[in-house]
């Protein structure tokens, strides 16, 4: 408790990013005072209350306008190439001596993989050929982020602009302030709201970032790419697509998305550094990349509209395309909302489904690249979440009924359907797939099998 202090008046006056001014007044035992909070943002009605609260937002004031000094360093590993964007989608062999990405901006750090024999050697300031390029990716830095809703049903907002700090160091438990990352099922720690977090995508792997697959992989299961405009991959099985993801790039630590992973890139984008909203929804019925519905399809009820070409959708580099990106424009991640549903790498302890694994082949891969969920868990198992999977935060969960009549659970989170993993259906799928309409987006969540399914992809991540 603070000591409280006979004080005449006190104006504090805390400006913050986009010029909101707070003032509050302190009298005589500021405990007895009563203060009209409808204008401060703060959720005291007592002054020392809201002199308190107003205190820790000065103190976190670089998370309103930006704190892009402490982003990681891209790590460009093995034979990944720096690369710049022009809205078209040229790509340009970027000078890392000069700015080349900016997080304030929402210009996220992008990198591609050639093809093992370009038609030419490129160097800085070379545009470099579509038909060069195997993969494209883009970096998530390391961050930190505030928790506004540890115990999974409390409403304390709704959708908001997630709180983020880029930092490379590990939060501890600090009462009132960080804690420490639990990075299990189910278990909140010493974590409360409002304190920050490191996100555990980070911690798992133990990078100070990773590189995430701009767009669904594309190519051949055996032969993974990941290029715009092109048909996903689908029709595999969770095994198959650990395996081949694995073998992608082993110089690189390629693996299979997780939970936390996934949960890592939908949070940076609904911050003051990506879109900060919904990401639209790609509807492409051929499963095109980076594809995004218009504005003027429903895409308001379920199911939503789907199709292919102009009078539906626009590709990636588009303005109705940049709409379709974790940034809002073409520095960003696509495909997480609608295109096909994705299998992450995230399961119900010792319940394989159908997958392909099971409990001798599993034991061939380190931990690090899965997320395991507790054993009791049930489709509305909620509080087994690990937090920062962009699952039990997002919400609570109310079952309604949709415009096709039937019944399913919802997040508080742009409604995006939300059903937890059980024993009979173990794996995680994200994202939605491209008729889902509004049941579609970055906070999508529902379980399957682990079978192969003609709806269902996967996403690539780097992490060297």
Known sequence: MKKRYVILLVILTLIIGSGITYAVTTLYEAKEVGYDNTSSGTSNTDVQGALDELYELSENATTITGNCNN?????????????????????????????WYNYCEKEWANAVHLVDNPTKEYKVGDIILES??????????????????????????????????????????????????PMTSGESGE????????????????????????????????NIAVKPNQSSIRSQTVYNMFVNSYNYSRENDSHMMKNTEWG??????????????????????PYLTGSSSLLTLQQGAYPGTAGNGSNYNMPYNTEIGYLASTTGNITGIYDMSGGSHEYTASYVSRNYG???????????????????????????????????????????????????????????????????????????????????????????????????????????????
């Open 191 to 222: 974590c409360d709201n409002g304190e920050y977090m490191t996100h555990p995508a980070f911690i798992s792997m133990d990078v100070d970032g990773f590189w995430v697959g701009k767009f669904e992989p594309t190519g051949s299961i055996t």
């Open 264 to 285: 890592a890139v939908a949070y940076l984008s609904h911050s003051i550094y990506g879109i900060n909203g919904e990401i639209n929804i790609n509807n492409n019925s």
């Open 71 to 99: 982003v990681a360093k891209p790590n460009l590993g093995t034979d990944l190439i720096p690369v710049t964007l022009s809205d078209d989608g040229v790509v340009t062999y970027a000078d890392t001596t000069q700015e």
């Open 354 to 464: 159908e997958s392909g694994f099971n409990a001798t082949n599993i034991q061939t891969y380190d931990s690090k690249y899965f997320d395991v969920y507790l054993s009791n868990s049930t489709i509305s198992s909620y509080e087994n979440r690990i937090l920062g999977d962009a699952i039990g935060e997002m919400g609570p969960f109310v079952a309604f009924t949709d415009s096709d009549g039937g019944s399913r659970s919802h997040n508080q989170w742009y409604s995006d359907s939300s059903h937890f993993v059980e024993s009979s259906n173990p794996w995680f799928a994200r994202g939605g797939v491209r008729r889902d309409g509004v049941l579609a987006g970055q906070f999508y969540f529902i379980r399957g099998t682990g079978t192969s399914d003609s709806y269902v992809s996967f996403r690539l991540v780097l992490a060297p």
């Open 132 to 181: 060069d390029i195997r993969s494209y990716f883009v970096w998530i830095p390391k961050y930190k982020y505030r928790l506004w809703n540890v115990d999974v049903d409390t409403p304390l907002r709704l959708a908001h602009s997630i709180d983020i700090i880029f930092d490379t160091n590990n939060t501890t438990n600090i009462e009132g302030k960080s804690c420490a990352t």
